[in-house]
C-alpha cells in the first residue's frame, strides 16, 4: 500500500497540474480522480485517529507534538482540499461542509461566527486594532475577546484554520452574502493575530503535514513563515475587496493598502500588478481630495515600473520569445495606466484649485484647514518605507495651487502624461480609451485658462481644446459612440461659447466691434450652435424624429441648459441688418420657450433649472416687446 505521503502528493499533482491539462469535455477529470484518492487518504487518517485516541499512552512524535496532534492536521488537510475541489468543480454546499469540518477538526467551529466576540471587544475590533499595530493592548484591556482554541492557533493547524476561513470568505462573497464573508475573514485575521501572540514556533505548511521534519526541506521553519504571512496578506485582500462591496470604501482602501504595503515588504507579488494597483488605489483617495496619498502612491507605482522596466527590456532582447514579448507588453500597458492616473491627479488638482479659488461661501475656504492637517498625518501612516520617492513627490505639488506660475507647472506634467499615454492608446487600437485621455486634455486647458489673467492667451487655451476634440470626433462613428460623441459636442459648444464671450469682453462696455471683430463673434457663436444642435439632434426619438416628450434624468438638465444656451447664442450674433436682427430675437425667443414650455409640463425640472428657468421665463416675456419695437422702427 503507497505510503500517506504518495497518495497525498499524488492527489496534489493530479488537481494543481494536470488538471490544467483536462481535455474541455472533461474539464473536471484529474480534480475527480484527485478527489477520489484524497477520500481513501480520508478513511485511511479517521481510522488511523480512531486508532490512537483508543491507545491509552500516546507517544510523541515530531517536536514533542502527540500522534494523535499530527493525524488531526493531516486529516483536516485532506478534508480541506476535498473542499477546495468540491468549490472548484462547482459543488458549494458540499465544498462549504467540508470546509466547516476543517474548522471543526482544528478546534475553531464557532456557532454563529460573529456572535463570539463580547459586548466589550469584537471582531472587528481586534482586526482594526491588529492592523494599526495595537492589538496587544486591545487584548490585554479586555477579558472579552473572542474565544481562541489552542489547536486552532497551534503550528501545525493555524495555516490549515486560515486558509479555511479564507476560502469560506470567498464563497459567500460569491454569493454575494457580504456580511458572513466578513465574520471569517475577521476571524482568519484574529486566528493570525492570536498566533503571533501565542506561539515562538514557526507554523507547517499545509503540504508538509506529511513529511516528517527531517524530510522537510532546511528552510522549512522559514517557509513556514512565509505562507503565513502570505496567507493573511491574502486574508486582507480579499477582506478590501468585501468592504468594497459592502460600501464601506474608507475600511476597503486601507485593506487595499495594508495589502499592497505587505506584498511590498515580503516581495510577494508580480511588481507590474503592484503598480497599477497601486495607482488605482490612488484614484480613490484623489476622489476625496487627499492629494498626498494619491501623490505618493502614484510616485510608488512609477517608482517599481521604473525598477523593473530594465528587466523587462533586458528580457525582450535576450529572449526572443513570445512570454517575453508579452510581459513587454503587459509592461508598456501599466505603464500607460499609471501616466494616465498621473495625469488625471494633475487634473483633479486643478480643478480642486479653481472650485477652491470661487467658493460659495466665505466659510468654506476656512473648512479646508483641519482637512489639510489631517491628511499629512496619515500620509505619513501610509508611507511605503521601502521606497525613495523624494524625487517624483517633487516634481507634483499636493496642496491647491493659487496662481498661473503654480497652475502651469501642474498643467505641464499632467499634459506629459496623458500625452505619453495616449501614444500607447492610440485611436486605432483603443479609440475608447483615446478620447478619454484627450478629452482629460482638453479639461487641463480648461482649467488652466482660470488662472490666465489675459483674455487673449485665454482664447489661445481654449482654441487648442477645440482642436483637440475636432481631431477625435471627426474619426468617431456616431453610431457606435453616439455618448461619447454627444459629451464632445456638448463641449466643444461650451468651448466656443466661451470663446465669444472672451472676445465680447475685448470690446468694452460701450463700444462698437469693428468689422472683424463681429464677423469673429460671430464665427464662434455660430459654431457653439451648430454643436448644441448636434447634440440635441442626438437625443431625438430614432422613430418619428421629434425631440422626446420627456428626457431621461440623467440628460433632462444638460439638454435644457443646451436650450438656454441656444436662446442666449442667437442674441449675441452681431447683424447691421434690422431684418436679420429680429430674426435672430425670434429665434432666441423660440429657444427661450422650449425651456418654459418643457418645465410648466414637467414641473419637477422647476428646481433643477430654477437659476435659467427665471431668465428663461423674462426673455419670453421682454423679448417680444424688444421685436415689436425693432418691427416699428423699421417702419
Not at 487518517?45 to 480512531?50: A, G, I, M, V, Y
Not at 468543480?89 to 467540508?98: I, K, N, P, Q, R
Not at 477538526?105 to 495595537?134: H, Q, Y
Not at 425640472?605 to 417680444?624: K, S, Y
Request: charged share 25%.
Amino acid at each position: 500500500m503507497a505510503t500517506l505521503e504518495d497518495q497525498y502528493q499524488k492527489a496534489l499533482r493530479l488537481y494543481q497540474e494536470e488538471s490544467q491539462n483536462d481535455p474541455f469535455s472533461e474539464p473536471y477529470k484529474s480534480k475527480y480522480a484527485a478527489r477520489d484518492i484524497l477520500e481513501e487518504l480520508k478513511a485511511r487518517l479517521s481510522k488511523q485517529l480512531d486508532e490512537d485516541d483508543d491507545e491509552d499512552d500516546v507517544g510523541s512524535g515530531e517536536e514533542g507534538t502527540d500522534v494523535v496532534g499530527i493525524t488531526r492536521a493531516r486529516l483536516a488537510a485532506v478534508v480541506y482540499h476535498l473542499g477546495v475541489i468540491a468549490v472548484e468543480t462547482e459543488e458549494l454546499s458540499t465544498g462549504e461542509e467540508h470546509l466547516n469540518k476543517v474548522l471543526t477538526i482544528v478546534g475553531d467551529a464557532i456557532e454563529g461566527i460573529s456572535g463570539a466576540s463580547s459586548a466589550n471587544v469584537n471582531e472587528a475590533d481586534l482586526v482594526s486594532a491588529a492592523l494599526m499595530g495595537d492589538a496587544e493592548s486591545l487584548l490585554s484591556s479586555s477579558s472579552g475577546v473572542p474565544s481562541v482554541s489552542p489547536i486552532a492557533v497551534s503550528p501545525l493547524t493555524v495555516a490549515l484554520a486560515i486558509s479555511c476561513h479564507n476560502q469560506l470568505g470567498i464563497l459567500w462573497s460569491n454569493r454575494t452574502q457580504f456580511p458572513r464573508a466578513k465574520q471569517h475573514l475577521e476571524r482568519a485575521c484574529l486566528l493570525y493575530t492570536e498566533y503571533q501572540q501565542r506561539n515562538s514556533s514557526p507554523p507547517r505548511t499545509i503540504g508538509s503535514l506529511f513529511s516528517s521534519i527531517s524530510q522537510v526541506d532546511e528552510g522549512w521553519e522559514e517557509n513556514g513563515m512565509n505562507a503565513l504571512e502570505k496567507l493573511h496578506t491574502h486574508t486582507l485582500y480579499y477582506l478590501a475587496q468585501v468592504y468594497g462591496h459592502m460600501g464601506m470604501d474608507e475600511k476597503s482602501a486601507g485593506y487595499c493598502h495594508s495589502t499592497l504595503k505587505r506584498q511590498l515588504s515580503c516581495k510577494d507579488c508580480d511588481l507590474i500588478d503592484w503598480a497599477v494597483n497601486a495607482a488605482n488605489l490612488s484614484q480613490f483617495y484623489l476622489r476625496r481630495e487627499k492629494f498626498r496619498i494619491a501623490r505618493h502612491l502614484l510616485s510608488s507605482a512609477l517608482k517599481v515600473l521604473s525598477q523593473y522596466e530594465f528587466e523587462v527590456r533586458r528580457d525582450v532582447q535576450d529572449e526572443d520569445c513570445e512570454e517575453a514579448t508579452t510581459m513587454h507588453e503587459k509592461f508598456d500597458k501599466s505603464n500607460a495606466d499609471v501616466q494616465r492616473c498621473w495625469g488625471r491627479y494633475c487634473l483633479v488638482l486643478l480643478q480642486f484649485s479653481v472650485d477652491r479659488a470661487i467658493p460659495d461661501d466665505e466659510s468654506s475656504t476656512n473648512v479646508r484647514e483641519p482637512e489639510e492637517l489631517e491628511e499629512d498625518t496619515l500620509d505619513k501612516e501610509l508611507e511605503f518605507l521601502q521606497l525613495d520617492v523624494c524625487d517624483l513627490e517633487s516634481e507634483v505639488v499636493a496642496k491647491p495651487v493659487k496662481n498661473f506660475d503654480e497652475a502651469r507647472q501642474v498643467f505641464l506634467s499632467g499634459l506629459r502624461w496623458l500625452s505619453s499615454a495616449r501614444q500607447y492608446y492610440n485611436m486605432e487600437d483603443h479609440a475608447g480609451d483615446h478620447v478619454n485621455i484627450t478629452q482629460e486634455m482638453s479639461l487641463l486647458y480648461k482649467a488652466l485658462a482660470f488662472f490666465e489673467p489675459s483674455e487673449e492667451r485665454k482664447s489661445k487655451m481654449h482654441k487648442r481644446r477645440i482642436d483637440l476634440l475636432s481631431a477625435v470626433i471627426g474619426e468617431l462613428n456616431p453610431r457606435y459612440y453616439m455618448n461619447v460623441c454627444r459629451q464632445i459636442n456638448y463641449e466643444l459648444a461650451e468651448t466656443y461659447s466661451t470663446m465669444m464671450d472672451s472676445k465680447y469682453s475685448l470690446i468694452g462696455l460701450g463700444n462698437e466691434p469693428t468689422s472683424a471683430q463681429a464677423k469673429k463673434i460671430n464665427t464662434l457663436a455660430t459654431s457653439s450652435i451648430q454643436h448644441f444642435l448636434h447634440y440635441l439632434d442626438s437625443m431625438k426619438d430614432t422613430d418619428t424624429g421629434e425631440q422626446p416628450e420627456k428626457y431621461s434624468e440623467d440628460s433632462v438638465r444638460p439638454a435644457l441648459v443646451a436650450w438656454f444656451h441656444l436662446g442666449r447664442l442667437w442674441s449675441k450674433l452681431i447683424s447691421t441688418n434690422q431684418q436679420s436682427k429680429i430674426q435672430n430675437i425670434a429665434q432666441s425667443l423660440q429657444n427661450y420657450k422650449r425651456v418654459v414650455e418643457y418645465c410648466d409640463k414637467n414641473k419637477e425640472c422647476e428646481p433643477i433649472m430654477a437659476q435659467e428657468l427665471a431668465i428663461c421665463r423674462e426673455m419670453v416675456q421682454l423679448l417680444p416687446l424688444k421685436m415689436e419695437q425693432m418691427r416699428n422702427q423699421c417702419l
